[in-house]
Structures are given as structure tokens and as C-alpha cells.
């Protein structure tokens, strides 16, 4: 623990900026047949290894994905898991931790506005929302077959749809996918110029389904897009939702920081409505991974795909276990660490460090609007910065040929973390940010950083500058 607690206090940059080539040698090299080392050596390995080059979300200049910094109470009760090593599956494998997990499921349900709803812990949001499309299926499949008795399964299975924005996360399609719809089941629902779902076309789409012999299986809402950081008008999708009696499933995994902020509770207004909601804590509630889960309005819902082991969960069994609403089996404890973050920090300031983030990506927004070699590209609801770097003298077309090579050459210098995106066709740099702790100021000097190695590249003095941009095309 002291050498870890060493790296964190004297980290001076986001990563070491060694290349791939040099930590696949580093790796290749050590062999895993020989004797053992010790365990002093081992770890003194693992240091070398990992630590020395690791991703540094606490550091200021980490400015790229939605990883957070996670909170010291979450890691101690991590570091009680890993030694204790409950399976969360069974009562008489995890006792405590069991009841834990299913408080924290409850406060869950509470703060989002289920009157007497209950969820699941999972891996994260992906296997959050294949889950939650699931049970959408299951629940379709019974009303389908209820309507049409004369369909096999596989039949009815053929003709479900799922209505999702184009900027729905890619795990809604690659749920489809894996529960067998078909290739076409998901239709894409046309979105505003903030990339947030239209609800008169989404009723358009629903409309249409009795041409086509289809039926719906799932409306999938989004609050907080994985690029823009955009919510999906929550409330006027619910309605319609509701007047239909389709599921709703509600991919809150980035925005459910948002449960607990003082200021901006209403942009989550309507998640009350939804059959079911995934939520990442390890995005947005400082916990380290994995943290996510599944949420529904009606407990009896989970059940769905209960599937009984005489050595685990028996017939007529009385004990509580989660296993008969996982979809997996042996599982960590999790809950563990919210639970301990929330006893020692408590909720109300969870909120306010939620909320400090999000102060400060509207401030950097408003400083950059008036940024002589910075284009905006897009407003966010939450914590995104979209930008291209154009340096005074650049055309539209180089700014965005720019954008990977400004990008490489950060990642090679391990200097500042930074995303690359694309957003209605335009190449673009992303900024995302979760780390409560880091000032406006620190962020506006990174991207005064970001420009000053665009203009390199620009001029040619930049090492990784690219021939695309000499040719002033797109990369």
C-alpha cells in the first residue's frame, strides 16, 4: 500500500507515455512456467509493470473518457473484498453482503423514484442494458404470444423491434445481437440538433409498426450520451411510452450522478416512469469499477429469467440469494464499496462533487466559446467538451485532419489525455470530465496545450504530423 500511496502523491503526468512496443517487450519478457519469485518480488514487478505505466484518472490532465477518480472509503471496502472473497450469489456464501447489496438497491430505486422497485449489480452499463433488453424481451415475447397464440417463439422473436437514438450506446445493438432479434430489429429514431431523441418522430416509428407486422418490444432513452452528454427528453418519451404500454429502459449509466445532484435533479425527470434503468457508479458516483446496475419498477420483472440449482437456489428455498435475478453466477460483492462511500461521505456531498464537475465543464464551455483557435462543436447536459483545434490561419478541413495526430503526439509524450470522436461527420477532440477535484483553470491551460501542439502539426515541426494534413484532407 505505501508504493501505491508513493505513485499517487508524486505522479506528475496522466501516463508514462511508453509506447505499445515497449510494454508488450516489458510483458513477453517475464516468464509465467519458471519458479515463483516471491511475493515481494512479484509485487515489486507489478509496480514496474502496471503502476509505473498506468492511466492516471486523478491527475488534471486526464481529460478523456468516463473514468473517474474513486473515492478512498470505495477502496478500502474494495480491498475488504479481495481479502474476504464473498460470492454474492447465495446467503450462505456471502450472508451481510447480500442484505448490503439489496439496501443499496432499494436507496437506488428510492432516489430515482420507484415507489417499491428492486435491480441487480453488474459488471457495468453494458451488461446493464443487455440485461434490462432482456427482460423488455421476455415481457414482449408474453404479450406477443398471448395476442397470437399460433406463433412459435422463434417467430415472434422475429418481429420485435427496439426503438433507440442514433447516439444510443453501441451495447443497445450489440444486446439485440446476442438475445437473436433480428438484424434490422433496432430502428433508429431521428434526434435534435443537441443529439437527444425526437419524441413526435419516435411516435412516428411506433405508429408504423402495424404496417409492418412488427411489434415493440422496447423504447431504449438515453441521459447522458457517451460523446455529446446529451438526455434524451425523459418525461415526453415516458408518455408516450406509457400510452403504448411498451417497456422503457432508460440508460442513465453516465447521467445517474444526476440522482444525487442538488442543482439538477429535473434533467432526470421521467426516469420515474421507465420499466427499468441501467447506472453506473463507477462513472459518475466515484467508485471504482466494476459498479453498475440494473434498476426496474416492478421487482417481479426480474424474475423473469429465474432458473433454479438444487445446489444453490432449491424450490421452496427461503433464504435470500441474488443469483435467481443475476444473470451471473459467482459475484463480488460490490455494493460493498457505494455502500461504505455513502456512510463515510454521504450522499448529499457525493451530489455536490457530481455537481462540481459539471460547474465546471459549463464554465470551460463558455471560456472556449470565445477561444480565438478553438471551434465548439457541440453543447452537453453533462460533462462533455467538444472541440476542434483551428489555429489562426487553419481551414475547417485541416482542423479536423488534425485531430488524431493531436492526439498521438499527446498520448506519446504522456502528457494530456485526450478523446477523439466524430459528430455529424466532423473529426473532433473530446474532453470528459469526472474528476471533482480539478479547477477551470487547469482545464483551460491543457487545451491551451492541446492548441499549442496543433499548431506543430501545422507548421510541420510536430514529430507524428500527418500527410493528411498536408494534403488538407480528412483522416
Known amino acids: 500500500m505505501h508504493t501505491i500511496s508513493e505513485r499517487f502523491r508524486t505522479v506528475d503526468r496522466p501516463s508514462s507515455g511508453a509506447s505499445l512496443h515497449t510494454l508488450e517487450t516489458l510483458v513477453d519478457r517475464v516468464s509465467l512456467n519458471g519458479p515463483g519469485v516471491g511475493t515481494d518480488r512479484a509485487l515489486e514487478e507489478v509496480d514496474t509493470l502496471v503502476t509505473e505505466h498506468a492511466v492516471w484518472y486523478h491527475h488534471p490532465d486526464y481529460l478523456a473518457h468516463l473514468n473517474c477518480p474513486v473515492a478512498l472509503p470505495a477502496v478500502a471496502a474494495d480491498a475488504v473484498l479481495s481479502a474476504v472473497n464473498p460470492s454474492i450469489d447465495t446467503w450462505d456464501q456471502s450472508k451481510a453482503a447480500t442484505l448490503i ?3 443499496v438497491l432499494r436507496w437506488t430505486s428510492d432516489r430515482i423514484g420507484f415507489a417499491a422497485g428492486d435491480g441487480v449489480f453488474t ?3 453494458t451488461q446493464s442494458n443487455m440485461h434490462a433488453l432482456l427482460l423488455a424481451r421476455e415481457t414482449a415475447l408474453e404479450q406477443l404470444l398471448h395476442a397470437e397464440p399460433t406463433l412459435s417463439r422463434p417467430e415472434a422473436a422475429a418481429r420485435l423491434t427496439v426503438f433507440a437514438g442514433a447516439s444510443a450506446h453501441f451495447s443497445v445493438r450489440k444486446a439485440c445481437f446476442l438475445l ?3 438484424d434490422r430489429a433496432v430502428v433508429e429514431v431521428a434526434e435534435d440538433a443537441r443529439g437527444r431523441i425526437d419524441p413526435a418522430e419516435l411516435d412516428d416509428h411506433i405508429a ?3 404496417e409492418t407486422g412488427s411489434w415493440a418490444m422496447a423504447v431504449v432513452a438515453t441521459a447522458g450520451t457517451t460523446d455529446r452528454g446529451s438526455i434524451d427528453p425523459l418525461g415526453a418519451i415516458a408518455e408516450l411510452a406509457e400510452r403504448r404500454g411498451i417497456w422503457l429502459h432508460v440508460d442513465a449509466a453516465y447521467g445517474c450522478g444526476l440522482l444525487l445532484s442538488p442543482t439538477r435533479r429535473s434533467l432526470l425527470d421521467g426516469i420515474e ?3 427499468s434503468a441501467t447506472v453506473d457508479f463507477h462513472k459518475s458516483l466515484f467508485q471504482p469499477v466494476s459498479s453498475s446496475a440494473l434498476i426496474v419498477r416492478d421487482p417481479r420483472d426480474l424474475r423473469r429469467i429465474r432458473w433454479h440449482a438444487d445446489y444453490l437456489n432449491p424450490v421452496g428455498d427461503e433464504e435470500p440469494n441474488q443469483v435467481d435475478v443475476s444473470l451471473q453466477t459467482t459475484r463480488r460483492a460490490d455494493a460493498l464499496k457505494l455502500w461504505t462511500t455513502l456512510r463515510a461521505v454521504g450522499p448529499a ?3 455536490r462533487m457530481f455537481d462540481r464537475v459539471l460547474d465546471t465543464a459549463a464554465a470551460v464551455h463558455a471560456e472556449l466559446a470565445a477561444h480565438p483557435e478553438v471551434d465548439l462543436v457541440a453543447p452537453t447536459d453533462l460533462s462533455t467538451v467538444l472541440f476542434r483545434v483551428r489555429p489562426l490561419g487553419c481551414s475547417v478541413e485541416e482542423s479536423g485532419a488534425l485531430v488524431p495526430g493531436i492526439r498521438s503526439t499527446l498520448l506519446d509524450r504522456g502528457t494530456i489525455h485526450v478523446a477523439k470522436t466524430v459528430i455529424d ?6 474532453l470528459t470530465l469526472l474528476n471533482p477535484d480539478v479547477e477551470v483553470t487547469q482545464v483551460l491551460d491543457a487545451v491551451d496545450r492541446i492548441v499549442e501542439v496543433g499548431r506543430e502539426l501545422l507548421s510541420g515541426e510536430g514529430a507524428g504530423r500527418s500527410a493528411m494534413v498536408v494534403q488538407g484532407g480528412h483522416p
Do not use: H, N, V, W
Open 180 to 182: 437473436g432479434l433480428d
Open 349 to 351: 456531498e457525493l451530489g
Open 101 to 103: 447489496e439489496r439496501r
Open 208 to 210: 408504423a409498426l402495424a
Open 123 to 125: 459488471s457495468g452499463g
Open 425 to 430: 461527420g466532423t473529426p473532433c477532440l473530446k
Open 273 to 275: 416512469r421507465a420499466s
